[in-house]
């Protein structure tokens, strides 16, 4: 394995959730190089699968896009270190206005990391199961809209490129093959 090292990072604009970086490198030929690094503390997101075993899907405005998007209910870590679990269980509830009795009614099911090249966001995803229904709580950003959908409707827009969102197509792919595989 080749040896790069970072000589310096320097902050070069922090925002609500990122603070972005240049970093310094020096490669194993002892050439400098500026990469951007783009820090985020971290988010997760969560599969709520009703008894119907339709999941519950949050439509939304995203900006970055221009348009609305259809995603699982996600979230950002309320402080750098929170546990993703309780993210996870704090944004279903928020999202969709369902809950689970307690955080550990979440199973694990996979880790993201959304844009290696350039930004150490990590999502870890969960399904949720026995859902009750309960009051949605959103930010005052938020503008949300619930759909519940089948899986394999779910799949195909993944695959006709309607579902785009990354971690979306992670999560709804690997629970896709686990459900295949048990």
């Given at each position: 394995m080749k040896s790069i090292k970072r000589k310096k990072r320097e902050l070069a604009y922090q925002g609500v959730i990122l603070k972005v970086y240049k970093d310094y490198m020096e490669t194993e030929s002892n050439k400098e190089v500026i990469w951007d690094f783009i820090h985020h503390d971290g988010a997760a997101a969560v599969i709520p699968v009703r008894e119907?075993?339709?999941?519950?899907?949050?439509?939304?405005y995203r900006n970055a896009l221009d348009r609305f998007t259809l995603e699982i209910p996600a979230g950002k870590v309320d402080?750098?270190?929170?546990?993703?679990?309780?993210?996870?269980?704090?944004?279903?509830?928020?999202?969709?206005?369902?809950?689970?009795?307690?955080p550990d009614d979440l199973e694990y099911l996979i880790t993201v990391n959304t844009t290696v090249a350039f930004c150490d966001e990590e999502i870890e995803i969960y399904i949720a199961k026995n859902l009750r229904i309960s009051?949605?709580?959103?930010?005052?950003?938020?503008?949300?809209?619930?759909?519940?959908?089948?899986?394999?409707?779910?799949?195909?827009?993944?695959?006709?490129?309607?579902?785009?969102?990354?971690?979306?197509?992670?999560?709804?792919?690997?629970?896709?093959?686990?459900?295949?595989?048990i």
């Open positions: 119907d075993g339709k999941i519950l899907m949050v439509r939304q402080s750098p270190g929170e546990d993703k679990r309780l993210c996870a269980f704090r944004e279903l509830e928020e999202e969709t206005g369902y809950k689970v009795a307690s009051k949605q709580n959103l930010d005052e950003d938020e503008d949300i809209e619930i759909e519940a959908w089948a899986l394999d409707d779910l799949m195909k827009m993944v695959y006709t490129g309607v579902i785009k969102d990354g971690k979306t197509v992670a999560a709804l792919s690997a629970y896709a093959y686990r459900n295949l595989t």
